[in-house]
């Protein structure tokens, strides 16, 4: 698939020099690091989803629920 994007042009010098010098198009080395971008950030949304639902509620832990979940795990001696 083709695109166009726009980028700074000191940054698409470097990108040309990169691609030429390693023996890469530009096309390949923009999909390779855009590959290893999303590897690297792969739920990041989700975590600022997760984050914005949870902001608004308050962090308080049911006594009686908290009791019974305890009480109902084994005990073991470390």
Known sequence: MKT???I???LFRKVD??????GYSR??????AV????E????????KQ???VYSSEQAELNEMLSTMQFSSIEREEW
């Open 27 to 32: 096309s390949e080395l923009f999909a390779k």
């Open 50 to 52: 997760l984050n914005e």
């Open 40 to 47: 690297v950030h792969p739920s990041d949304h989700i975590t």
């Open 17 to 22: 020099q990169y691609a030429k010098s390693h």
């Open 4 to 6: 166009a994007i726009s």
């Open 8 to 10: 700074p042009d000191n």
């Open 35 to 38: 590959e290893q971008y999303l």
